[in-house]
């Protein structure tokens, strides 16, 4: 196992269309996260999963996104209606499950919203 | 709520010589760990160094160290023997361990763009 993976590593799309985004994490991190960075930003946190179940949402993410994580593998992170707003980078990092607190980053799918 | 403060946005440093990036951060937790990652133009975020705030000693990872003042609350990143590798986004980054549902997200700072010359 090489490390996260996000699929696609860039989208771009019309606004109004709905976009969805692909993690998976490092085999058996039992603890995932969705990230926002825009440019010359620090990322922001979204939302966190630990196994299948979502335990915090950002109040960053409206309600046109919606993240799940079935079976606690991968996880998809979808936008509904993107708006020009939405251009960013999405990161998505796992941890592994009370060893350690260090967060593992993948290569982030960038979006821009024409 | 906690914050992650990386007061200087550009730094520049000779290659071979040692550049020092600053950090401060607000929190009133006591148990926490502080990180340093970087982010290389168009590349993924690498985790640098870690310390956990309980350990007095400072974190040391080859030609990386930090200054960690826990009554200041700064944690600062030298870099030796700068290399044109190091080129990159340096972010702090801060996660407290008692958050609801074991959520360990991460309060970044702004970042620092590190410029190394031949």
């Known amino acids: 196992d090489t490390g996260v993976s996000q699929d696609p590593r860039h989208k771009i799309t019309k606004r109004g269309q709905n976009v969805t985004f692909r993690c998976d994490p490092i085999?058996?991190?039992?603890?995932l996260y969705w990230y926002r960075q825009t440019l010359g930003q620090g990322p922001e946190f979204l939302t966190y999963?630990?196994?299948?179940?979502?335990?915090?949402k950002s109040r960053l993410l409206s309600d046109r996104f919606s993240a799940e994580r079935p079976k606690g593998s991968f996880s998809t992170l979808e936008i509904q209606r993107t708006e020009q707003g939405d251009s960013a980078m999405y990161l998505c990092?796992?941890?592994?499950?009370?060893?350690?607190?260090?967060?593992?980053f993948g290569p982030g799918t960038r979006l821009l919203v024409l | 709520a906690q914050t992650v403060t990386q007061s200087q946005p550009e730094m520049s440093v000779q290659e071979a010589e040692t550049v020092t990036l600053s950090c401060t951060y607000d929190?009133?937790?006591?148990?926490?760990?502080l990180f340093w990652y970087k982010q290389p133009p168009s590349r993924q975020m690498i985790l640098v160094i870690r310390q956990e705030a309980y350990k007095q000693q400072n974190a040391t990872e080859n030609r990386f160290s930090v200054n960690f003042q826990k009554a200041a609350k700064s944690f600062s990143l030298k870099i030796s023997d700068s290399q044109l590798g190091d080129a990159a986004m340096y972010f702090c980054?801060?996660?407290?361990?008692?958050?609801?549902?074991?959520?360990?997200?991460?309060?970044w700072g702004l970042g620092t763009s590190l410029a190394v010359n031949p």
């Open positions: 999963f630990q196994n299948e179940a979502q335990l915090e």
């Open positions: 929190t009133s937790e006591s148990d926490y760990y």
């Open positions: 085999s058996e991190h039992n603890r």
């Open positions: 990092a796992s941890s592994p499950r009370d060893v350690e607190e260090t967060q593992y």
């Open positions: 980054a801060y996660v407290g361990l008692f958050n609801a549902g074991n959520n360990r997200k991460l309060i």
